[in-house]
């Protein structure tokens, strides 16, 4: 059964700056400012190429970061809702 | 308002009305050799009014009111009327100041480089700033630290010294008495007793400085120093910030530039003197 | 400056301001919410470097207050996507959404929208969980009187931005005597390029003079003239029938004489072109005027008398006397803990 389908902004909408591994998001339309840790910067990358379920986004970012495993799907739901919440990610 | 009063802070003007004579006595004698805003116009408005008609008179009661307000402050009594003038100051940059990226810092500057003391309250760094103020640093400010989004640099806010319970009797022991407020007890915070910046720091309270390191000063532990991560540091000086959120991009592009820039330490100071020790040290390795 | 008619002249012909009392000028605009407005309206005038410094900071001030007003518009319709139901965005938000001239410098607060009074539950339930919180504890009499008796729910907060949503039924509370049409103003929304829904150009006007003299002491009355003189100017300009459509829908809401009594006071204190037979000078004008200018050069309010005139006034247009009567009493008898 097919989740929620989710999309992500342009990335013209979002400045973003690295420290010490963690990533500064400015987030233009809402003018709010995100630290966020690794895998919420690959998740963000990899919504661009398209909008995406939350199974097709595992596959993108498995191809793309080695990003698998038992608890992969698990963490990729609670970043989902952490970036929805921040109005970084929203639905179709 | 019956009583009225100007000031120039930096590159900030204030008017201040009162509606009792006393608050305003007292700020002037504080800021007597400070400049009147050439201008003659004002930046931002204070005024210290009567909670209730009555309360002008009898039980007098000083709501702090300006061109920016807490709806929910509680009034001061007219002893504290002093302390009201400054806290309508303070409300009126953390509430309205946007031309300024607004830290909560102490700021003193040596040859042309600025350290920007930053913590929680009571975590000493108006005390180590005002006696750094007193060895040959010029004080830019013990409250807020103005940064100039545009070119990165430090723009000074001298404003009277708020001294707390111990740091009074260490400043006391150090400079002479002409330079303090009036004694104020009884008040929230305990005792407050104002410094009024050097001669230094008031004639040089238009020349901005070039930051330079960022300390996280902590009273009352053993001597310690260890590097914090420009993620952490981004992270705390928002969090003392009151107009960052309000800045937008100009704001975010700013600090980012100051974090990744600048070299920042947590010191851990049991007394005074190690810290003074430590920040003398870090002056010799920055110039060299 | 002993009343605001300089701020008004300011607005209305920034030419005409040259030597004047400039800090208590951007004292009483900043009192009235009106230093973005102001800000914009003297753009570009030779003023004090202090003061154009001001200025600037506040057109750049009100840049980001519309961009928080039109995040907060997308985040409530996110939320409520799912529910299928209209929900029309109201006063500042509208006004940035729709890109209208009122928007020009425009401080928002909260974000107001309209819903049908049948959605009210479900509306509330996405909002909660959307991260949405209630600020009074449900089931109390604060709660039970406002969802009973007012137009709108008790308001929303946001648990992480802080900001608060109020979720409107109709436009007027319950008790106050005009009934304006709620369904009508649902029906004749106007949705706009962004997807998002806005009140019809001539219930948009009917809208901020309910506001401005029905419902309120007239408090911030000067801006929310100033709204309906930038709205008036811009929807005639665009739509010869305009003043017919007006009054008509004024009339159909109930709020006629609040539409006429509002475009008679703009008209004098901004200058609001307006038509010949709206302008029938009323008894009482002299007095929602001087109440308007009541603010001095130091930002305080002053007439007291008339303002505390105007406060009765107000909570007699929201309830009936007995309905008061038993309201102040509940209030003033129950035990502290829960006031």
Known sequence: MAGPVYIADEEAELTSVSLDGLCLLFHAPSGMTHIVATPAPEILAMLRSGPADAAELLRRLSAHYAFEGEAAAGALAARLEELESAGLVRRA | MRHRLSLQIGPVAFRIGSAWKAPLDALARLYASYPAPADGLADFTVRLEPEKPWRRFFRPSVAIQGDYILPDAAPLSLAHGLLAAEMGMNLQMALGQKRYLLLHAATVEKDGRALIMTGESGAGKSTLAALLGERGWRLMGDEFALLDMDNGKLLPFPRAISLKNGAIRVMEAQVPAARFGPRLTGTPKGEIRHLIPNAHAIERMQEAAIPALILFPRFGEAAAVRGVGAAEVFMRLTQASTNYVALGRRGFDALTRLVSTLPALAIDYPDTDTALGLVEDFRQELAA | ?339
Request: net charge positive; proline share 5%; with cysteine.
């Open chain 3, 1 to 339: 400056m002993r009343n605001a008619a300089l701020l008004v002249r300011a607005l209305r012909d920034p030419a005409s301001v040259r030597d004047c009392d400039w800090s208590g000028l951007v004292s009483a605009a900043r009192a009235e919410q009106l230093i973005g407005s102001l800000a914009f309206r003297m753009e570009g005038r030779a003023v004090p470097a202090r003061v154009a410094s001001i200025f600037e900071g506040a057109r750049r001030d009100a840049a980001h207050a519309r961009t928080q007003a039109l995040w907060e518009a997308e985040m409530a319709r996110r939320a409520l996507a799912p529910l299928g139901v209209p929900a029309i965005l109201l006063k500042g938000t509208a006004f940035h959404a729709a890109g209208l001239e009122a928007s020009v410098g425009r401080s928002v607060g909260d974000l107001d929208i309209l819903v049908p009074k049948a959605s009210l539950d479900a509306v509330e339930a996405a909002l909660v969980g959307a991260g949405w919180e209630r600020m009074k504890e449900k089931g109390g009499y604060d709660d039970d009187y406002y969802r009973r008796w007012m137009h709108e729910l008790p308001p929303l907060i946001h648990r992480t931005r802080d900001r608060m949503i109020d979720v409107h039924h109709t436009i007027l509370p319950m008790t106050a005597r005009p009934k304006p049409d709620a369904a009508a103003l649902i029906a004749d929304s106007v949705t706009l390029d962004n997807g998002l829904l806005v009140l019809s150009p001539a219930d948009m006007i009917v809208h901020a003079a309910a506001h401005l003299l029905a419902d309120g002491d007239l408090a911030g009355g000067l801006r929310n003239l100033w709204d309906i003189d930038r709205l008036l100017r811009q929807f005639a300009a665009a739509d010869p029938d305009f003043w017919l459509t007006l009054s008509a829908r004024a009339g159909q809401h109930g709020l006629a004489r609040a539409v006429h009594r509002a475009a008679r006071l703009a008209n004098d204190l901004y200058d609001t072109p307006v038509p010949e037979a709206w302008r029938t000078w009323n008894g009482l004008d002299p007095l929602f005027r001087a109440r308007m200018l009541a603010r001095n050069g130091w930002g305080q309010e002053s007439r007291k008398a008339l303002r505390f005139a105007f406060y009765v006034r107000s909570h007699w247009l929201r309830m009936p006397p007995l309905m008061l009567a038993r309201h102040l009493w509940i209030k003033a008898t129950r035990p502290r803990a829960s006031a």
